[in-house]
């Protein structure tokens, strides 16, 4: 076990917090001490809920360890029964519980009640929350459709044809605390609607054990976040022969396909086919004047591995960026962030520490970062653009007003998200770069106002101290003559050009770097 300061992913217990919370008639019996109930925060600080999570702790302490916690379990699983009255029933433990192996999954199927208990094995030192959370809903289907799976025959797509319906669809896979899950199911039932499908089950987001019991009612899966909802997809296609979708629809390119891959699987015609690039102003903006600013651009790329994928397939493939780093923490998702790196000819980055990820984007030297909010920590202290794609999230990227990822909308919302911060870099680097024409003096400011000026103090000071500890460490310092060269570099390359020249003038032996040496280090390294 590793201690660190931030961590992408809780517990698998949140994990599996996460789906009882985004479902209905569902409670959760978690036996855990009194320190493990922390997790309730995330749904009131993070999603802003007014509700608390529907899950009852056992909350036992230091004294309650030398007498009969198992007892302490029966009599919460008992209470929160006859208080809750759930229609399914979810027992777990947290890590702590897991060292004690009470057994409460086993103590709860013997206490003969009348509704379907799920008990929940998730090995809290091994595994991680997308993990248990995609177990917790596998788990749920599982139990809820063993009996029903047996009576039915292999569902065929078409059939919709036959019974002379609309083609049906289940979603799977949004939860809270995913990334902006509420909004993306509107978008893709928004879209769905307009090629006239219907959606049957979005789940576990929103739904409650009836509806887990009529997925089977559905044509087809549709999964839109793999993490959690892969596992699942692939038992209902063993069990019940339903066919799901692979294609996630987050940019313009990969939801044209998306719905190329529905139809082709409904055995549908699609008859708008050439109206689908019209239907957001991201590809007008990557073919207008004003995108060949963002051409070439470095982008480095690291979150969940549906997020991750889909940025680097939306910034290379639709913005024209250089895709330099590509991560993920979701090590269920390796496999396939390792192949979508080897298409881009860089070596993805299969890592849990933040720092890793931090000293890895120094490495690549991008010019915009889109990843978690750890991620915005890092580049803030490194001066790049960044924006969030992924969880791990602030309270600040749940925004109250529709903003998905998916969909037409959501390229648009990308679009935003990512243009905007590379455009008023732009700005800033031009008042940086004009600060001595008289046209910047006094009172033209950018949209920063006064914090641009305090932030070009702080450069400045920023690179006294930095040349105080490099004069220390390897005896070369910058001369007046070049810190005043330094700060004409565009902010993005700046750390680049700076650490090249150190290491130039290092190699040559010059105690001090002047605007010469700056330029003789440029030439050098072409």
Same mark, same amino acid.
């Given at each position: 076990m590793e201690l660190t300061l931030w961590t992408y992913e809780g517990p698998p217990h949140v994990g599996a917090m996460r789906v009882a919370s985004s479902m209905k008639d569902i409670h959760y019996v978690l036996h855990a001490p009194q320190g493990d109930t922390y997790a309730d925060l995330l749904f009131t600080m993070i999603e802003r809920r007014g509700q608390r999570p529907p899950v009852t702790y056992t909350t036992f302490q230091a004294r309650d360890l030398g007498g009969d916690t198992a007892e302490l379990v029966k009599r919460n699983i008992t209470e929160a029964v006859e208080r809750f009255k759930p229609k399914t029933l979810l027992v777990g433990e947290s890590c702590t519980a897991e060292l004690i192996q009470d057994? /409460?999954? #086993?103590? @709860?199927?013997?206490?003969?009640?009348?509704?379907?208990?799920?008990?929940?094995?998730?090995?809290?030192?091994?595994?991680?929350?997308?993990?248990?959370?995609?177990?917790?809903?596998? $788990?749920?289907? !599982?139990?809820?459709?063993?009996? +029903?799976?047996?009576?039915?025959? +292999?569902?065929?797509?078409?059939?919709?044809?036959?019974?002379? !319906? !609309?083609?049906?669809?289940?979603?799977?896979?949004?939860?809270?605390?995913?990334?902006?899950?509420? =909004?993306?199911?509107?978008?893709?039932?928004?879209?769905?609607?307009? $090629?006239?499908?219907?959606?049957?089950?979005? @789940?576990?987001?929103?739904?409650?054990? =009836?509806?887990? #019991?009529?997925?089977?009612?559905?044509?087809?899966?549709?999964?839109?976040? &793999?993490?959690?909802?892969?596992?699942?997809?692939?038992?209902? +296609?063993?069990?019940?022969?339903?066919e799901y979708t692979t294609t996630i629809p987050i940019g313009i390119k990969n939801t044209i396909n998306f719905i190329n891959e529905v139809h082709e699987k409904l055995d549908l015609p699609l008859t708008n086919q050439e109206e689908l690039e019209h239907k957001s102003k991201l590809p007008w903006y990557s073919k207008s004047v004003d995108s060949n600013y963002l051409t070439g651009k470095r982008v480095f790329i690291f979150g969940d591995g549906t997020h991750a994928i889909a940025a680097a397939k939306i910034a290379k493939d639709e913005l024209g960026f250089e895709v330099v780093g590509l991560g993920t923490y979701s090590r269920e998702m390796a496999r396939q962030v390792r192949a979508a790196a080897k298409e881009l000819n860089i070596e993805a980055l299969i890592t849990n520490s933040y720092l890793e990820v931090e000293d890895a984007m120094k490495k690549a030297s991008p010019e915009l970062v889109l990843g978690t909010q750890m991620e915005r920590h890092s580049a803030k202290r490194l001066g790049i653009p960044c924006s969030v794609i992924s969880t791990p999230m602030?309270?600040? =990227?749940?925004?109250?007003?529709?903003? /998905? $990822?998916?969909?037409?909308?959501?390229?648009?919302?990308?679009?935003?998200?990512?243009?905007?911060?590379?455009?008023?870099?732009?700005?800033?680097?031009?008042?940086?770069?004009? +600060?001595?024409?008289?046209?910047?003096?006094?009172? &033209?400011?950018?949209?920063?106002? &006064?914090?641009?000026?305090?932030?070009?103090?702080?450069?400045?000071?920023? &690179?006294? !101290?930095?040349?105080?500890?490099? $004069?220390?460490?390897?005896?070369?310092?910058?001369?007046?003559?070049?810190?005043?060269?330094?700060?004409?570099?565009?902010?993005?390359?700046?750390?680049?050009?700076?650490?090249?020249?150190?290491?130039?003038?290092?190699?040559?032996?010059?105690?001090?770097?002047?605007?010469?040496?700056?330029?003789?280090?440029? @030439?050098?390294?072409?």
């Amino acid at each position: 076990m590793e201690l660190t300061l931030w961590t992408y992913e809780g517990p698998p217990h949140v994990g599996a917090m996460r789906v009882a919370s985004s479902m209905k008639d569902i409670h959760y019996v978690l036996h855990a001490p009194q320190g493990d109930t922390y997790a309730d925060l995330l749904f009131t600080m993070i999603e802003r809920r007014g509700q608390r999570p529907p899950v009852t702790y056992t909350t036992f302490q230091a004294r309650d360890l030398g007498g009969d916690t198992a007892e302490l379990v029966k009599r919460n699983i008992t209470e929160a029964v006859e208080r809750f009255k759930p229609k399914t029933l979810l027992v777990g433990e947290s890590c702590t519980a897991e060292l004690i192996q009470d057994q /409460p999954g #086993a103590l @709860a199927k013997g206490m003969g009640f009348d509704i379907p208990i799920v008990n929940l094995e998730l090995p809290a030192y091994s595994k991680k929350e997308n993990w248990g959370a995609s177990e917790t809903f596998y $788990q749920i289907i !599982r139990t809820l459709l063993k009996d +029903k799976v047996n009576e039915i025959e +292999k569902i065929n797509p078409k059939r919709w044809m036959s019974l002379g !319906r !609309r083609p049906k669809v289940n979603i799977l896979g949004p939860t809270l605390l995913g990334f902006r899950c509420r =909004d993306d199911v509107i978008e893709i039932q928004r879209i769905l609607s307009e $090629q006239g499908i219907d959606t049957n089950v979005v @789940a576990p987001l929103g739904s409650s054990p =009836d509806d887990i #019991a009529r997925l089977t009612d559905a044509d087809i899966n549709i999964c839109i976040y &793999h993490e959690i909802a892969e596992t699942s997809c692939e038992w209902l +296609k063993r069990n019940c022969g339903m066919e799901y979708t692979t294609t996630i629809p987050i940019g313009i390119k990969n939801t044209i396909n998306f719905i190329n891959e529905v139809h082709e699987k409904l055995d549908l015609p699609l008859t708008n086919q050439e109206e689908l690039e019209h239907k957001s102003k991201l590809p007008w903006y990557s073919k207008s004047v004003d995108s060949n600013y963002l051409t070439g651009k470095r982008v480095f790329i690291f979150g969940d591995g549906t997020h991750a994928i889909a940025a680097a397939k939306i910034a290379k493939d639709e913005l024209g960026f250089e895709v330099v780093g590509l991560g993920t923490y979701s090590r269920e998702m390796a496999r396939q962030v390792r192949a979508a790196a080897k298409e881009l000819n860089i070596e993805a980055l299969i890592t849990n520490s933040y720092l890793e990820v931090e000293d890895a984007m120094k490495k690549a030297s991008p010019e915009l970062v889109l990843g978690t909010q750890m991620e915005r920590h890092s580049a803030k202290r490194l001066g790049i653009p960044c924006s969030v794609i992924s969880t791990p999230m602030h309270v600040q =990227d749940v925004p109250a007003r529709y903003s /998905p $990822q998916m969909g037409w909308e959501g390229a648009n919302v990308i679009f935003d998200d990512w243009v905007h911060p590379l455009m008023m870099g732009l700005e800033e680097h031009l008042i940086d770069m004009f +600060k001595h024409d008289f046209e910047f003096v006094d009172g &033209h400011q950018s949209h920063l106002g &006064h914090t641009a000026t305090k932030g070009l103090e702080n450069k400045e000071d920023e &690179h006294a !101290r930095s040349n105080n500890s490099i $004069q220390k460490k390897e005896t070369v310092i910058w001369t007046d003559s070049g810190r005043a060269e330094l700060t004409k570099v565009p902010f993005f390359v700046r750390g680049k050009v700076k650490s090249n020249t150190e290491k130039y003038a290092l190699s040559k032996g010059l105690p001090e770097i002047s605007d010469e040496t700056l330029y003789d280090a440029k @030439a050098y390294f072409g």
